[in-house]
């Protein structure tokens, strides 16, 4: 139990230098390959808190689709790629930091206090029970979830294909 | 495992991303920091799931819709920075002022 509690408070102490590096780093590359290792180690949180389901989805979704689609947007954008001072808008800092720095003392206040107690792991797996919920009581808004998704998509090829109509009107 | 230290680490990526939402210029970098905030969200749900040993396990199920909707939600972002960027020639967020009074 004692190794347990070093790995996860490791893991935690290197989420958070993670995430930091996703919002401060000034190089559009390094914050997405950060986001990736935030995403990772929130992955090995979840193995940690025994929910190896939501664990796997979170690697296959996030780091295998999203983050393709975030360094797609990068270079398409033409984000100059490299160190970029024009990345920050530097008027916003001292702001930021305030806002950011009071919300995160008010919530670390108010969790910390209004929630205490131990976690029991349980060892085996949850993936089978949680498959039978998700398919009886919450199938509903599973299939709700899907045409949202399929409604996304659509939504996303239509805004991001150039309009030929448009673009004829424009050359007469 | 106690629960207080990874409740205080989920507030603390609720904030980074706070913070990179309000500082970032970069239309991209702006969404980088959404995906913090939900990632956050995650991170609660999943602890309050382990720690109250919900039988219908709604904390993981409400995560995995969360991704979902964060995939979804990406997408039609990307897209949208897309056309700015195409109509624009610039993803930076303080140019985009044609609405601004």
């Not at chain 1, 993670?18 to 090995?44: D, G, K, M, P, Y």
């Not at chain 1, 009581?137 to 996303?156: D, K, M, N, Y």
Request: hydrophobic share 60%; proline share 1%; charged share 15%.
């Amino acid at each position: 139990m004692e190794i347990f509690e070093i790995v996860t408070y490791f893991v935690l102490l290197l989420l958070v230098s993670t995430a930091v590096r996703v919002v401060t780093t000034s190089n559009v590359i390094h914050a997405a390959i950060s986001l990736v290792f935030t995403l990772a180690l929130t992955s090995v949180l979840f193995l940690l808190l025994s929910t190896e389901f939501v664990a796997l989805v979170l690697v296959l979704v996030y780091i295998g689709a999203v983050i393709v689609l975030f360094l797609f947007g990068i270079m398409i954008t033409r984000a100059p790629l490299g160190k970029n001072a024009e990345l920050d808008n530097d008027k916003n800092k001292k702001l930021g930091a305030a806002i950011a720095g009071s919300i995160f003392f008010l919530f670390s206040y108010i969790l910390v206090n209004g929630f205490e107690g131990e976690v029991v792991i349980t060892s085996g797996s949850s993936t089978e029970l949680l498959g039978e919920i998700l398919l009886s009581r919450f199938v509903f808004p599973f299939e709700l979830v899907s045409f949202v998704l399929l409604a996304a998509l659509i939504g996303g090829i239509t805004l991001a294909r150039k309009d030929e109509a448009l673009i004829d009107e424009e050359q007469v | 495992m106690i629960v207080q230290p990874v409740l205080v680490v989920a507030a603390a990526l609720f904030s980074l991303g706070i913070y990179g939402i309000l500082v970032r210029r970069n239309a991209v970098m702006v969404l980088l920091s959404i995906e913090l905030i939900l990632n956050s969200v995650n991170i609660n749900f999943i602890m309050f799931d382990t720690m109250l040993a919900d039988v219908l396990m709604q904390g993981q199920i409400f995560t995995i819709f969360i991704i979902t909707i964060a995939a979804a939600e990406v997408g039609i972002g990307l897209a949208i920075v897309l056309m700015l960027f195409r109509n624009r020639q610039t993803a930076n967020i303080n140019e985009f002022d044609l609405m601004k009074w």
